[in-house]
RNA sequence: GGCCCCAUCGUCUAGCGGUUAGGACGCCGGCCUCUCACGCCGGUAACACGGGUUCGAGUCCCGUUGGGGUCACCA
């Protein structure tokens, strides 16, 4: 087979959502896997609701995910001439007529047709009149009316269709621009697109576009058509389902190959595998096992897996995501060996970068207030007196690795007589001012001697009020 | 309504004529434990229905029902 050409064509009418992500991981998946190519194309030939943020929101949605392009992006407004060659070359070989139709005409046509309960569709008055180009001309298409169309989709098998369902649509409107159908079918043929995977909202425009592929003498493209995702009422996805476009889930602290791993289950799978990295998915896609039926988005199993994968990523690529929240946080952090062994004692307590970020705050900022809770269960006299030692105790230590810490607390706990709970809790609350942190001797080692020192000092000094701090 | 697509736990799915119908999320127990998590162990829960075909159907065929999509000078 010759390469694989794939394309994403999304229209700017608003931000890329779920659903279009969707369908562009499985186009970029199946060039890259194949070694093919993956083109971008913007659809903006509907000028009323093409806008230009949509179209930055659109690349700025693709970049976070990391789906790149070979080629483009084109923009339909930019290529009128080629549409209109193509209309006019249908027209000479006999395939479109000139129609002077009213829309008014038209609707009458169609309410007729509901009243007497038949389908809506053009009547053909124009088709043998020959009618010469004229302002406000459209152009038709002129449709078989007989016989059947089959689309031989490689998820579903065959589907037939009866020509005699099909009207002679229009592919250029009277103001000269082209139509949907025949924008797409142009684009794909002088692209040189051969594999065509699309949302399946799209199998009943494909017996009009095979057909206009076969009057322009082009070779008809592979075409998978993959199911939708649907929200949890199992209706079309929209806005009343909750966060539908990708960038609000890069604002949620997603991290994208999450996303994307959630995305492709949604519909494919690979045995019984859940985890996917961005790499084994270009490995192992295929179209081969891309099911049929719909599926419900589920916020939750993204959830889960967003976590997974947070947990599984090294430090590095963790901190390219985690570094625009704790900016947020007034943190001023920046890629270096502290940020990673920051992350790597919280990663497998993050379901998100937003939770990472609040997680890391403490590591930058000494605490200005105690956990009135906590002070009453472990900040008490003795916990006190317990802390005391310990800072002497650490001052003496050379060593600040989780290994060498341990034998310090040791000590304390048989000079004390405290469990290990005793000692934990207060120093927690003094180096976090919470209760809730990582595991105590990750903590410290990161923290470093000084650091920890003087917390202890300055949570001592808060207790016996000779601070402003207090619980 | 016409045309088209789809149908396994609540959800995502494995299954490709013979399985105690498997995994994941969620939920419920338990273990681990310095907090919170992670992790681990166990449990809950499904073949929409009716006919065929077959020695044998979740798996093949037909129908019913249900859900979805689409019927523009939108894409």
């Given amino acids: ?32 896997h194949n070694g ?48 209109r060659a193509h209309v006019d070359q249908l027209i000479a070989s006999g395939n479109a007529y000139y129609c002077t139709c009213s829309a008014q005409r038209i609707e009458e046509m169609r309410q007729a047709a509901k009243a007497r309960g038949e ?3 053009y009547d053909g008055t124009c088709r043998e009149k020959g009618l010469p180009a004229s302002p406000d001309a459209v152009v038709r298409f002129k449709t078989p009316g007989a ?27 009277s103001d000269g621009s082209p139509m949907y159908n025949l924008a797409v079918v142009v684009d794909d043929i002088t692209m040189g697109i051969n594999t065509i995977i699309r949302g399946d909202d799209h199998i009943s425009n ?10 322009l003498g082009a070779s008809v493209p592979v075409f998978g058509h993959v199911p939708m995702v649907l929200g949890d009422d199992r209706a079309r996805l929209s806005k009343r389902h909750g966060a539908m476009s990708v960038t609000a889930y890069r604002d949620m602290g997603y991290y994208p190959d999450a996303l994307l791993n959630y995305l492709v289950r949604l519909g494919w799978s690979h045995g019984d595998q859940e985890f996917f990295t961005k790499e084994e998915l270009v490995e192992k896609f295929s179209l081969k096992n891309v099911g049929k039926s719909a599926g419900v988005f589920n916020p939750e199993k993204l959830l889960a897996l967003n976590a997974r994968h947070i947990h599984n990523a090294p430090e590095e690529k963790l901190a390219v995501h985690l570094l625009p929240f704790l900016s947020e946080k007034g943190i001023d952090a920046r890629e270096d060996e502290y940020l990673y062994r920051v992350i790597a004692t919280l990663k497998a ?4 970068f937003v939770e990472m970020a609040d997680g890391a705050e403490f590591y930058y900022f ?61 120093l927690r609350l ?33 207790m016996s009020g000779k601070t402003g701090i207090s619980a």
């Avoid at 789906?67 to 483009?72: A, H, L, P, T």
């Avoid at 307590?349 to 998100?352: E, P």
């Avoid at 976090?432 to 990161?446: D, L, Q, R, T, Y």
């Fill in 147 to 173: 016989g059947n169309t089959i689309l031989e989709d490689v998820i579903r098998g065959n589907i037939v269709f009866s020509n005699a369902e099909i009207d002679d649509f229009i592919i250029r409107r």
């Fill in 36 to 83: 093919g190519k993956f083109i971008l194309r913007i659809e903006d030939t509907d000028a009323a609701r093409s806008t230009k943020e949509s179209v930055d929101a659109i690349f700025d949605a693709l970049q976070w995910l990391g789906i790149d392009y070979d080629e483009g992006p084109y923009y339909q407004s930019q290529r009128y001439d080629i549409y």
């Fill in 430 to 462: 003094a180096l976090v001012g919470k209760a809730v942190s990582p595991g105590i001797f990750e903590m410290i080692a990161v923290l470093g001697k000084d650091e920890t020192i003087s917390r202890i000092d300055q949570c001592i000094a808060a």
């Fill in 366 to 426: 000494a605490p200005k207030s105690y956990d009135e809770k906590g002070v009453k269960k472990f900040l008490q006299p003795e916990n006190i007196k317990a802390l005391e030692k310990l800072a002497g105790a650490l001052r003496e230590q050379e060593a600040f690795d989780e290994k060498s810490l341990e034998p310090v607390f040791q000590k304390i706990m048989e000079e004390t007589g405290l469990g290990f709970g005793k000692i934990a809790q207060p």
């Fill in 1 to 32: 087979m010759d390469t694989i050409i794939t394309r994403f064509p999304p229209s700017p009418t608003g931000y890329l959502h779920i659903g279009g992500a969707r369908t562009a991981l499985f186009n970029w998946l199946y060039a890259r």
């Fill in 206 to 215: 494909t017996p009009r576009q095979i057909l206009l592929y076969r009057a």
């Fill in 349 to 352: 307590r993050s379901k998100t």
């Fill in 119 to 121: 389908n809506p569709r």
